[in-house]
């Protein structure tokens, strides 16, 4: 009996126990996307700890598991980061899954292909584009600067639509151009200025020879390797994603300008120092304001109307907005991407503004199991407006004076003068624009008849039309009799290349694999232009349309084809994935070479052996990369126009028995057949490096570019009856270091710091010049700038040794022979004599070489993510770069002080000012050598960019069918420390400035 009664009640624990246990299990949902772009991510594994009971998520990233509050949730998937999770109270947990650090699985693209990072060779660095989608900017190039070591970007323009200059590694030739080539999803094209920043997936840039070898003649300037979107197999599922911003820009002058009253002391000073002589000591008097001043000045003195003309240079507050729309998807055998893009960016200039539509189209297909094949087309419109004159006009007009009449119209001479013509009228009465039309078409047929191998056949087209007008009314003040003036420039450029690529892997049973890449390829190139102008227009009611009413016009056209017909062998061997090995071999033969030699063959290889792999480093567990790199190769260029080799014929108008005919003589340049490529020789040794857990991460790379046979022309004697012919003559060299960190200084589930920093260093030199002496001696050749064992990147003039002071006036009569110096003037330095020593003798001995190359270049950058919330910066530092500033010493620029122009504020001399880094106001002369003061040091240190950003959590926004909204602000260019004194510090004093902006943005994914 007492048996029965512990049975029953033993079943009636295990009965309430087991319903207690049922009650506490619960079922906890969620979705999880990629932290990168937002989307949802299927198939990741969602296991209990400890357990083999788990789920995967479906299509759309969703699951349903069933859990109790004390276990753990793991989530995990190839390419991103575990993370665990405890239950809890859970019931939704939504998660994104950042990406593993892993950088030796990083895939780059390396022309022709791509590979793992583990497997690089040559130079190659990978470029994020998730900060450049945030830019306002259309600047692809500008967008760059920072990120790569040993890549230079200056600014060209600012304007909207500008663009910037890429100088990778030094300037290796004299006459051809420096910048890189640019590969957009694997084809060549002149430009990059179209594409759209949101369309791009990835950047790489190729900078050693073995790297930029397969593209030969093309990639003497190293190689901008870019790929856009494309779709991927998401199981049928659809991913949208929108992204937009708005930006306030303003422009945030380096110095300030002379007030009214600071500038009618400058001309009483330019008029005080014409009496300035030894018998009153350089002093002079001060002479009346009506000696000095107009009645009309003297009234607006009298009255205070003074104009502040910079503040009616530039607008303020002025708006950009940027939008972005795509859509991409796919299955296992056709994947399509499209995107549409809008860009719209007022000036800061009045009349100045940019407008840019693009579109994008790519489709992918899957035949069968041997067959690919895909298209893509590309299209931008966009049509910029440019300011009509440099804002120097402004900073440079005297503040004395009327700027409406009685009836508030502009009044056109507003000094009174009749001559001083007021720059707002010129918004009035001219217009400078810019339209242009571009399209992108490339298809591909790849077929893979048995494993391994794969040929490819690509077909692209680049097609360009733009149209440069100018207007100028008939009440523009600069046009003749008020006949009015106009012009269209209508250039066409076309582009095509056919490309058959075979391809071959395989791995071998010792451990060892391979692949070998076969190509032919055939460019042509063709640009046609034709320029309308005319004056005496009929009318100027339809602006630039009133061309068709003109009664004098003339017309020119050019049209110029260029071909380069290209065969390229690589193979890359890898022996146990501890010893890399890679040789190129490129023949180019490009129409611009004369007949003699039009080919040439380029050679590249290189080496690389993964010591990490090796036994006496396995057990060092805190090394997980340790990479040795050495290369070698030769790279051509071209350097030269189309026909530069030929010779050539220009128009020749004459009169033969009274009428007029036209015929042709030949140019002035002999041509030359025996035209080779330069040719640039590159050593690079390299080392990569991934400590820590892959924590630590870096590169360091250590060249010498030797360039040789420059593309030069030379003056011949007139005798033979040309003045100039191309030679292969000379030999610059450039070396350097480049030093790349990057560190995940904490990185889990909740926050990650991450820090990175890149440092460049070139040297540039001339080692063979172009001219030679009697005895086949390098000698310079001080016309062109260029010295033997110098930059070839130099000014070349006097080196200012401070202001003369009145204490020491003796030694310029005595000491430096100087006679005509006076206190106030600008003292030069002695350098050197005819014999290489000071001779006291201001000559042209003294004449320095200056060099405009920066010394170094670093970039630091910071992020930290925490919660949703991620906060980033950038700093950009340039040292030791040289500029000349005209506004130092340029009577337009207003740098002479002679009280008539108004211009920069400087510290200038006076007897009772003793200033040294200025001179004294003169109204009749101009103080000798003061363009030696042009020079000034332009480096900087600049807080390129700061964001703050926020992503909602994702179950805020689940039930909205978004998978990410992300919003930011952002400052770019928020402030620069610099001593340069203008708008910009790399861009030329009067030009478009640079602009600070405020932007803010979101980014969305559905």
């Known amino acids: 009996m007492k048996l029965n009664n512990i049975r029953v009640l033993f079943l ?15 079922t906890i949902k969620g979705t999880v996307t990629s932290d990168e772009d937002g989307s949802t991510i299927p198939g990741v594994n969602v296991v209990i700890k400890g357990t083999t009971h788990g789920v995967t998520t479906d299509i ?7 859990a109790s509050p004390s276990d753990f949730l793991v989530f995990s998937f190839v390419g991103y980061q575990q993370v665990e999770k405890k239950v809890g109270n859970l019931a939704f947990f939504n998660l994104s899954l950042k990406p593993e650090v892993k950088a030796l699985d990083e895939v780059v693209v390396v022309g022709y292909g791509s590979k793992k990072k583990s497997d690089l060779i040559g130079s190659v660095n990978s470029v994020r584009t998730d900060k450049m989608v945030a830019k306002a900017s259309t600047d692809l190039q500008g967008m760059l600067k920072g990120v790569v070591a040993g890549l230079l970007v200056t600014t060209g323009s600012s304007r909207p639509g500008g663009s910037s200059s890429l100088l990778l590694r030094g300037t290796n030739s004299l006459l051809g151009g420096t910048g890189p080539l640019y590969v957009v999803d694997g084809i060549p094209v002149n430009s990059i200025d179209d594409i759209n920043a949101n369309d791009i997936e990835t950047i790489s840039v190729l900078k050693d020879a073995s790297a930029q070898g397969i593209y030969g003649a093309r990639a003497s300037n190293g190689v901008i390797l870019i790929t856009t979107h494309r779709g991927s197999d998401t199981k049928g599922k659809i991913n949208i994603s929108y992204n937009t911003l708005i930006s ?10 002379y007030s009214p009253e600071e500038y009618m002391q400058v001309r009483r000073e330019a008029y005080r120092a014409n009496y300035a002589t030894a018998a009153n000591g350089y002093t002079g008097d001060y002479k009346p304001d009506s000696l000095i001043f107009t009645p009309f000045e003297l009234e607006s003195i009298k009255n205070k109307n003074y104009v502040n003309w910079m503040d009616l240079a530039f607008k303020k507050n002025v708006p950009l907005v940027k939008h972005d729309i795509s859509i991409s998807g796919g299955n296992e055998k056709t994947k399509y991407a499209a995107s549409l893009g809008y860009y719209n960016q007022d000036g800061v200039r009045y009349s100045s503004d940019y407008k840019r539509y693009t579109g994008k189209l790519a489709l992918d297909q899957k035949v069968n199991k041997w067959l690919n094949t895909g298209i893509s087309a590309y299209y931008a419109n966009s049509l910029q407006h440019q300011e009509t004159n440099s804002w120097v006009d402004f900073i440079t007009f005297s503040p004395i004076a009327k700027l409406y009449d009685d009836n508030g119209d502009l009044i056109q001479y507003p000094l009174g003068d009749m001559k001083s013509i007021n720059p707002l009228i010129w918004e009035n009465t001219r217009s400078y624009a810019v339209t242009s039309n571009r399209g992108m078409y490339i298809g591909y047929l790849e077929i893979s008849p048995i494993k391994g191998l794969k040929f490819k056949t690509t077909a692209s087209m680049d097609l360009t039309s733009k149209e440069y007008d100018t207007f100028l009314s008939k009440q523009d003040p600069s046009s003749v009799l008020g006949k009015g003036y106009a012009s269209a420039l209508f250039l066409d450029q076309r582009s095509y290349l056919l490309e058959n690529m075979l391809t071959y892997e395989a791995k071998l049973n010792n451990g060892h694999r391979f692949d070998v890449t076969l190509l032919q390829s055939a460019d042509k190139r063709q640009t046609t232009s034709t320029t309308t102008s005319a004056t005496s227009l009929g009318n100027d009611f339809f602006g630039i349309n009133s061309l068709g009413s003109a009664l004098e016009s003339t017309t020119a056209r050019d049209k110029e084809k260029h071909y380069i017909l290209s065969f390229m062998g690589r193979i890359n061997y890898v022996i146990n994935e501890k010893y890399l090995l890679n040789f190129t071999l490129r023949s180019d033969g490009s129409s611009v070479f004369g007949a003699n030699n039009k080919w040439s063959y380029f050679p590249s290889g290189a080496i690389a052996w993964n010591m990490h792999k090796e036994n006496f480093l ?19 260029n071209e350097a030269i126009s189309p026909y530069g080799s030929l010779s050539t014929a220009v128009n020749m108008f004459y009169v033969s028995n009274g009428t007029p005919i036209a015929g042709y003589l030949p140019s002035t340049t002999l041509p030359n057949p025996n035209l080779r490529w330069e040719t640039s020789t590159t050593y690079n040794i390299g080392y990569d490096f991934s400590l820590f857990n892959q924590k630590l991460n870096g590169s360091i790379d250590v060249y010498k570019r030797i360039t040789t046979d420059l593309l030069t022309k030379r003056t011949i004697p007139a005798s033979l009856g040309y003045t100039n012919m191309y030679f292969n003559l000379g030999e610059i060299q450039n070396k350097g270091v480049e030093i790349t960190l990057n560190s995940y200084i904490v990185s889990n589930d909740k926050f990650t710091w991450q820090v990175g920093a890149n440092f460049t260093l070139n040297r540039n030199k001339l080692t063979k010049g172009v001219l030679q002496d009697s005895a086949g001696r390098y000698i310079d050749d001080v016309a062109n700038k260029w010295f033997i064992g110098k930059s070839v990147n130099v000014y070349y003039d006097y080196q200012s040794d401070g202001i003369w002071q009145t204490s020491d006036i003796l030694d310029s009569l005595n000491k430096y022979s100087m006679p005509k110096a006076r206190p106030g003037d600008v003292r030069i330095r002695d350098v050197s004599g005819p014999n290489g020593v000071p001779d006291s003798t201001i000559t042209v001995d003294d004449k320095v070489i200056i060099n405009k190359d920066p010394k170094w270049i670093a970039s630091f950058s910071t992020s930290l993510a925490y919660q949703g919330f991620e906060l980033s910066a950038d700093v950009y530092i340039l040292r030791g770069v040289t500029k ?4 130092m010493s340029d009577f337009n620029d207003g740098g002479t002080l002679q009280g008539t122009l108004n211009g920069i504020k400087r510290d200038y001399w006076t007897p009772e000012n003793a200033s040294t880094s200025c ?5 009749t002369s101009v103080s000798p050598y003061i363009a030696s003061l042009n020079y000034q040091d332009a480096s900087y ?3 390129s960019n700061i964001t703050l950003a926020y992503s909602l959590p994702q179950n805020w926004i689940s039930s909205l069918k978004i998978s990410r909204f992300k919003m930011y602000v952002r400052a770019d260019n928020l402030f620069t420390i610099t001593k340069f004194m203008s708008m910009s510090t790399e861009t030329n004093p009067d030009s478009y400035p640079e602009t600070v902006n405020y932007i803010f943005g979101i980014n969305m994914n559905f």
């Open 884 to 887: 000349s500033n005209p506004f």
């Open 941 to 943: 240190i600049r807080l």
């Open 60 to 66: 759309d990233g969703k699951y349903a598991i069933q």
């Open 248 to 257: 306030i820009q303003n422009v945030k002058p380096n110095f300030e300008v």
């Open 919 to 923: 001179f004294r106001p003169n109204e």
């Open 12 to 26: 009636l624990f295990l009965s309430f126990g087991g319903q207690l246990l049922y009650a506490q299990i619960s």
């Open 618 to 636: 396995k057990s060092v567990k805190w090394i997980n990369e340790s990479k040795l790199r050495l290369s070698y190769g030769q790279i051509g």
